[in-house]
């Protein structure tokens, strides 16, 4: 195989993976459907009746395209020609028919005709959605050439009024395209002036650089007249030569005349035409073939810096996405595991950057301490228990019938215990309130884990697991926090009592009688006393509870979330890990079309090394 044909054939093969991988056309990421609009292709543009047809089957050398009156071309078709060797098949591939090969090209005309009717219906209606057909040849040069419905003036029967707009537009949308090099089809008997496919390229292609343009039905002239002032290029100038052919007639075609006799043929007409003889080596299907395989490996080459570009910033960009979306992963146990504890190791990680400060979330626990635990301690209703009158009933009623000598111990202590009690409230309510903070980080974390994104099923395990572990952190943590409450009741602080009857002593003033001991002030200052030693123990509270939360339940989440699931994991089997790693259905398939790119990108970029500046 030439170098030509190796570059030519390596587009081709860009072209239909690109359409197989859905990136022909594709507005889900702008950089892959890009790389197709860079690379170089053929379009042919002419109005209705102009031998478009014709002109695509003879550089194929075979019949497969529909035929008749009006608009017989209703879809895009994007026909792929890929160079065999000599001897080998011929045969056809539709891309919506994978792995079908089509060997008898009527019943290609066919599924044309059918696929054309599956989309736009049994109507002269017309679609943008493109037919992709492959036709692999030794009879053929590697091409890419788009058949575009014929251009046409009026609406008939059966179409809205909107139909010579439309076309005009679909057309346009093909051709504008910088690298497209246009196939200008006109009928010779025709004038120039009037042909649709020169009008239009000229309004794209001004200066006739991508246009080659291809007179059609030099046969039909009348007779004594002849082409060579369009085919010399007097009556209007392109860059490229124009090209001369001569279709099968209606006669031909009735009869089936095979395609490589119809080139046959159309050899001999410009032998020995008395008008073209002259031309004859640069006339013909098989010239412009040649012609437009040599142009594009020119096109090619010119533009190979720019295409390689833009394939090695898709590969870092599939690369970077398969990155995120995650490796496949192994069929083994071991390898399932090895995984499991991966995305497990991931999502701790993170929980620990958030806890510690490296991500925001953390800072709400210190506000609970800082904040609620004070505020929740301020409100308690040491007020209503300590007034006067619950202070001289909780006195009186200790007492008993033997009134206290000096200080009221069993009363003090009785208003101390049930002051003491109502610690137990903000206690569990910052266990209560540090618990949900590690809840919503423990959520946090596992969204932002992007290696958990995959395995929705795995993500709900991993919360579960990690929110029973938490519950029992609080649970623990709770049962410690009412112990302290119950300690600070267990055992009063002597000083606070051994203070009292020295200030008796102090004063040097006689114990008052026992009606003075039930005066007023001797119950304020009862109140006064129990309102320091709850004040004091309040403060050692303050201090303590934080401590005990964070060790039984921040320190434990950082050290031990998981410690339960993993036991818990290792006792699985395959199976179970299997079902466990079991992902996405979409965003399997969205890894397995980027490794598909991928692999293209990276066969193409290698192939592109190897044949772009090979002389």
């Known amino acids: 195989m030439t170098t030509m044909e190796s570059?030519?054939?390596?587009?081709?093969?860009?072209?239909?993976?690109?359409?197989?991988?859905g990136d022909y056309g594709g507005d889900d990421n702008n950089t892959f459907s890009s790389l197709w609009e860079a690379l170089p292709s053929v379009a042919v543009v002419g109005g209705q009746s102009s031998g478009k047809s014709s002109v695509l089957e003879s550089i194929v050398g075979r019949d497969f395209l529909p035929r008749g009156s009006g608009i017989v071309t209703r879809r895009p078709l994007v026909l792929q020609l890929h160079k065999l060797e000599t001897g080998s098949q011929e045969y056809a591939e539709f891309l919506h028919l994978p792995r079908r090969k089509f060997t008898d090209f009527s019943l290609v005309r066919q599924e044309i005709q059918d696929e054309t009717d599956r989309v736009t219906g049994k109507t002269k209606q017309i679609s943008p959605i493109p037919i992709h057909l492959s036709i692999y040849s030794p009879n053929v040069v590697n091409l890419t050439l788009i058949d575009l419905p014929g251009l046409t003036k009026v609406a008939i029967e059966g179409q809205p009024e909107s139909i010579v707009q439309e076309i005009e537009a679909m057309v346009r949308s093909y051709v504008e395209k910088p690298n497209c090099i246009i196939l200008a089809i006109s009928p010779a008997n025709q004038d120039i002036a009037t042909s649709d496919a020169i009008k239009l390229s000229r309004e794209v292609d001004a200066t006739g650089e991508r246009t080659f343009g291809v007179l059609t039905k030099l046969d039909l002239m009348d007779k004594g007249t002849n082409a060579l002032d369009v085919l010399e290029g007097r009556s209007?100038?392109?860059?490229?030569?124009?090209?001369?052919?001569?279709?099968?007639?209606?006669?031909?075609?009735?009869r089936n005349v095979d395609m490589i006799v119809a080139r046959r043929k159309e050899r001999e007409y410009f032998a020995s035409s008395s008008d073209y003889g002259y031309l004859a080596n640069k006339m013909g299907s098989e010239y412009l073939a040649k012609l437009l395989s040599q142009h594009l490996e020119s096109v090619i080459r010119a533009r190979i810096p720019s295409i390689t570009s833009l394939i090695n910033k898709s590969i870092e960009e599939l690369e970077s996405e398969m990155d995120h979306l995650g490796r496949p992963i192994g069929l083994d146990a071991g390898a399932q595991l090895y995984t499991i504890l991966e995305l497990c190791r991931a999502f701790e990680r993170i929980f620990k950057e958030h806890l510690d400060g490296g991500r925001p979330g953390g800072d709400r626990i210190y506000h609970v301490f800082d904040n609620q635990l004070p505020a929740a301690l301020r409100k308690l209703p040491f007020d209503r228990h300590l007034s006067l009158q619950n202070v001289r009933k909780v006195v009186s009623e200790a007492d008993g019938y033997q009134p206290h000598l000096i200080a009221p111990e069993q009363g003090y202590r009785r208003l101390i215990e049930g002051a003491l009690g109502y610690f137990g409230g903000p206690a569990e309510a910052s266990v209560d309130a540090v618990n949900f903070v590690l809840k919503e980080l423990v959520r946090k974390s596992i969204a932002e884990t992007q290696e958990l994104k995959r395995f929705p099923t795995f993500q709900a395990e991993l919360a579960a697991a990690?929110?029973?572990?938490?519950?029992?952190?609080?649970?623990?943590?709770?049962?410690?926090?009412?112990?302290?409450?119950?300690?600070?009741?267990?055992?009063?602080?002597?000083?606070?009592?051994?203070r009292l009857p020295q200030e008796v002593e102090k004063s040097g003033t006689p114990a008052p009688s026992n009606i003075d001991r039930y005066a007023e002030g001797h119950f304020r200052r009862i109140a006064s006393n129990v309102s320091s030693y709850i004040g004091l123990v309040a403060d050692t509270l303050r201090i303590t509870i934080?401590?005990?939360?964070?060790?039984?339940?921040?320190?434990?989440?950082?050290?031990?979330?998981?410690n339960h699931f993993y036991t818990q994991i290792g006792k699985k089997e395959g199976k179970q890990l299997s079902q466990m790693l079991d992902e996405d259905p979409a965003l399997m398939e969205r890894r397995q079309q980027c490794a598909k790119r991928l692999e293209?990108?990276?066969?193409?970029?290698?192939?592109?090394?190897?044949?772009?500046w090979v002389r």
């Open 236 to 254: 209007y100038h392109l860059q490229h030569p124009w090209v001369g052919i001569v279709n099968r007639s209606q006669a031909d075609i009735n």
């Open 600 to 612: 293209l990108y990276k066969a193409a970029r290698d192939e592109i090394d190897s044949v772009s």
């Open 546 to 562: 934080p401590k005990a939360v964070v060790y039984c339940q921040v320190r434990q989440a950082k050290q031990s979330l998981l």
């Open 466 to 498: 990690a929110n029973e572990a938490l519950e029992r952190f609080r649970e623990e943590s709770k049962k410690t926090n009412l112990r302290l409450v119950d300690m600070e009741s267990s055992y009063l602080t002597v000083d606070f009592f051994r």
């Open 7 to 21: 570059l030519i054939g390596l587009v081709n093969r860009i072209q239909r993976a690109c359409t197989v991988l």
